[in-house]
């Protein structure tokens, strides 16, 4: 067998994992019994909304709503029907906050239920054409005797838009010879398209 042969039986076997790529999903119902879901990969923890104590925010123009002290921690929660673009119902519809630690910022969602943690494939996940919609891939659950359509929305996009910018590293002088660069390519490996809009800024 060649070289060439074994580099593409190598590049098939690899191509055929990444379809086998699993992400879990923690799916569950908004307070507009919308059915949405988010990387399991990205929550911190889960808390009962009426164990916690929070500092209501009362700004309409803000989807923030509020902050909480949990496990010694101060976390920001923020109003997901808001951001979606739903109406803001009384909080006393929620259950469950969703706690996400991304870069060591701290925020929760407040949800009304929680329907469970999915297993997906890579091929079960479908990129909407538009990241206007603030979500990442669309899927389908099975609830009862009926599948419905569920997204994945955007938890960095959301964590922008609530004021928490990811920190730019800082800037660093050009080398002497940066001419000897100014021809190469970069490539960004980055599922999530707010990050990759965030390190594209930055290398340009």
């Not at 100014?182 to 965030?198: C, F, G, N, Q, V």
Request: aromatic share 8%; net charge negative; glycine share 4%.
């Amino acid at each position: 067998m060649s070289d060439r042969d074994e580099l593409e039986q190598e590049v098939e076997r690899l191509t055929e994992s990444h379809l086998n790529n699993i992400m879990q999903l923690a799916v569950f119902y908004t307070a507009n019994d919308e059915i949405y879901a988010i990387n399991v990969a990205k929550i911190q923890n889960f808390v009962i909304v009426d164990e916690i104590s929070m500092v209501s925010h009362y700004d309409q123009e803000s989807i923030i709503i509020g902050v909480a002290q949990i496990r010694d921690e101060l976390v920001t929660f923020v109003s997901l029907d808001r951001w979606l673009g739903m109406p803001v119902p009384d909080r006393s519809v929620f259950t469950v906050g969703i706690v996400c630690n991304l870069n060591n910022k701290r925020v929760g969602v407040l949800v009304k239920e929680i329907i469970g943690i999915e297993d997906r494939y890579s091929h079960e996940l479908k990129i909407p054409s538009s990241h206007a919609l603030k979500i990442l891939y669309v899927t389908k659950v099975k609830i009862g005797d009926h599948e419905l359509p569920c997204s994945v929305f955007d938890i960095e996009r959301l964590i922008e838009d609530a004021g928490f910018a990811p920190e730019m590293p800082p800037f660093i002088a050009p080398p002497p010879d940066v001419n000897n660069f100014m021809h190469k390519k970069i490539l960004i490996a980055e599922d999530s398209l707010t990050a990759a809009r965030k390190l594209t800024d930055f290398f340009d």
